[in-house]
């Protein structure tokens, strides 16, 4: 008779993001006369720009004609993308990446979950706490990560690095040496971010230990410091420590199109193996890339128009992530993030879990957030609230949250 993978049988609960969405759709149920404002999931409100709108129309009508029809997808993804991203994400930044070390797939999500494939059952990895869910949950189904104690909230063999108020958010140096190291920078959920010169200490303590860091910058669009690195390739030695993977989804709004990329270069061998080569292998069986009309679409987020409206986008997300911060200062809470990133970590009050600050800010502003302590056991006690939302909303969860 089959056996089920039994790592499955250990991951506690539902995606977090599942269960928020069943809690706030009993109470919609429950409460059906109440306008909640969803400033939850990091989902974008704002619609995709007329310069990538454009090239989906074109590549939709090449698609509907014999001489421009186009079936699979390159392996790695058209070249036409893998270029426009090695000149406008790498080298315009000084960093040196090659077009066949960037593997286009259909988003970050996907990849963060899928890279550990690649790494030894018995590897250690080391994860921010509080940390995106997929990260910890994607190395509980290949077993690597022990087991569950409910009364600590972690995996007993998953090295994790307190990120939190008192040491500004920034991850130290584990006691124990992992052999994989994630990081989140600008950070989800935290909102806060290092700089590069503390970036540029992580890749030497990788290269020093043998250790390779897995870098999810899908947030960098929304760095506004100059001292803060755009891709971990500005680092010196990254290129042997480091893969980073990149999303469409917020820079462009493309968390419905879905489209991401994943640098492996070619240095980085473990054992005499090449993880690019690894990598390339695994997505020639098991994915067949995404679709022409998306990559299109990624492409004209290069473009000269694509990149000026854009720009606009983002700043219009960022105006809401002040409006957060400013509005929750005037409070009385006590805010992070919101700088670099799209989302604003607060304090719950004084006595109040996490989740009893949701249901609190659910029942009495119908706003609806993230508790903190779904990211880890060091998120208990603060919040999390997106700046993903229209303006109008944000502004009224905001005026909301101030009568309370
Ligand atoms: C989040 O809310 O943390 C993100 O939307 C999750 C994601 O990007 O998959």
């Not at 993804?77 to 790498?90: C, H």
């Not at 087991?147 to 994790?160: A, H, K, L, N, Q």
Request: some cysteine; aromatic content about 12%.
């Amino acid at each position: 008779m089959l056996r089920v993978n039994e790592n499955y049988l250990k991951l506690p609960g539902s995606y977090l993001f599942s269960t928020i969405g069943k809690k706030v759709s009993a109470y919609a149920q429950a409460n059906p006369e109440k306008e909640i404002i969803r400033l939850g999931i990091g989902d974008v409100t704002q619609p995709l720009a007329p310069a990538i709108i454009e090239a989906m129309h074109r590549a939709v009508d090449e698609m509907g004609s014999p001489e421009t029809f186009r079936g699979y997808a390159p392996d790695l993804g058209y070249a036409f993308l893998r270029d426009a991203i090695v000149k406008n994400d790498y080298e315009a930044r000084g960093c040196q990446i090659y077009a066949d070390e960037i593997f286009v797939s259909d988003g970050a999500k996907s990849d963060s979950a899928n890279i550990q494939e690649l790494f030894a059952g018995d590897c250690k990895i080391a994860v921010c706490d509080p940390v995106y869910p997929v990260y910890v949950d994607s190395n509980v189904m290949a077993g690597r990560t022990g087991t569950f104690e409910e009364r600590t909230g972690m995996w007993s063999d998953v090295i994790y690095m307190p990120c939190v108020m008192e040491n500004q958010f920034v991850p130290e140096f584990p006691k124990e040496t992992p052999d994989v190291i994630y990081l989140c920078l600008p950070n989800n959920p935290t909102g806060t971010t290092i700089t590069k010169s503390q970036l540029q200490e992580w890749v030497d303590y990788a290269n020093k230990n043998g250790a390779l860091i897995i870098y999810d910058g899908a947030y960098e669009a929304y760095i506004s410091r100059e001292e803060v690195a755009h891709s971990i390739y500005e680092c010196d030695g990254a290129r042997t420590c480091a893969i980073e993977l990149k999303s469409f989804s917020k820079n462009a709004g493309f968390t419905g199109v879905r489209l991401g990329y994943t640098v492996v270069p070619k240095e980085l061998k473990f054992g005499g193996a090449s993880l690019r080569d690894m990598w390339a292998r695994r997505h020639g069986t098991k994915y067949n890339g995404a679709p022409y009309i998306v990559q299109r679409a990624g492409e004209a987020v290069y473009s000269e128009a694509g990149k000026k409206q854009l720009k606009d986008q983002v700043a219009y997300y960022m105006n809401n992530a002040r409006v957060i911060y400013d509005g929750l200062k005037k409070a009385g809470y006590t805010v992070f993030g919101g700088v670099d990133a799209p989302y604003i970590w607060l304090k719950t009050p004084e006595g109040m879990s996490s989740w009893e600050f949701f249901d609190y800010l659910l029942e009495r502003a119908n706003v609806v957030g993230t508790p903190g302590s779904g990211f880890g056991p060091s998120g208990e006690g603060y919040f999390r609230l997106t700046a993903f939302s229209s303006f109008e909303n944000t502004s009224a969860a905001l005026a909301r949250i101030r009568e309370l």
